[in-house]
C-alpha cells in the first residue's frame, strides 16, 4: 500500500529515506552513534511501525552540524585554527607521518612546545618548525652517520 502524507513519508520522499544501518554506512559511524544522535535529537528520524528511517536531508544536516575538533573554540576562538598555525596533536602526527603518542611524549618532556587551552593542546607552526630542524632533522642525520 503506497504511503501517504498523513503516515509522514510521501512516495517521493521513500527514494530520500535510509535505515539506521545505511545512515551508518553514508556516516562512517556505527548504528550505535546513529541511536544516540536520534536519542539526543541531534538527527531527525521516524519510526516506521519498527524500523527506523531517516531523510536523507536530515541526515546531511547532521552532519554538518555534527561535533568535529577542527571545530572546538576556546574563549570564542578556534582552537586549532591552521590559517593562523594552530595544530592539534594528532594534526601534527599527521604531518610529520608518526604516531600520536610520540607528539604527546616531546611536548611532555620539553623537545615540542604546546600550550594548554582548556582540554587541548595546541601546537603553534613556529614551534613545530623548530622541533623539526633541532629535534628530528638531528636524528636523521645521526642514522645517515652510522650507516
Known sequence: MPKTKEDGVTPQDQIKVVSIT???EINN?????????IKLNK???????????????D?????????????STFNGE??????????????VAEMLSVPAQKIYYATRVGMLKAHRKGAAWVIHADDLREYQE???????RNKDQAV
Not at 559511524?29 to 544522535?37: D, L, P, S
Not at 633541532?134 to 636523521?140: E, G, I, P, R, T
Open 78 to 91: 578556534l582552537l586549532f585554527d591552521n590559517l593562523k598555525g594552530f595544530y592539534s596533536v594528532g594534526q
Open 29 to 37: 559511524v556505527t548504528r550505535q552513534a546513529i541511536y544516540v544522535a
Open 22 to 24: 545505511e545512515a551508518a
Open 43 to 57: 538527527l531527525k528520524a521516524v519510526k516506521e511501525t519498527s524500523r527506523w528511517q531517516i531523510h536523507l536531508d
Open 59 to 71: 541526515l546531511e544536516e547532521y552532519r554538518k552540524s555534527k561535533y568535529s575538533r577542527t571545530k
Open 134 to 140: 633541532n629535534y628530528l632533522a638531528k636524528k636523521n
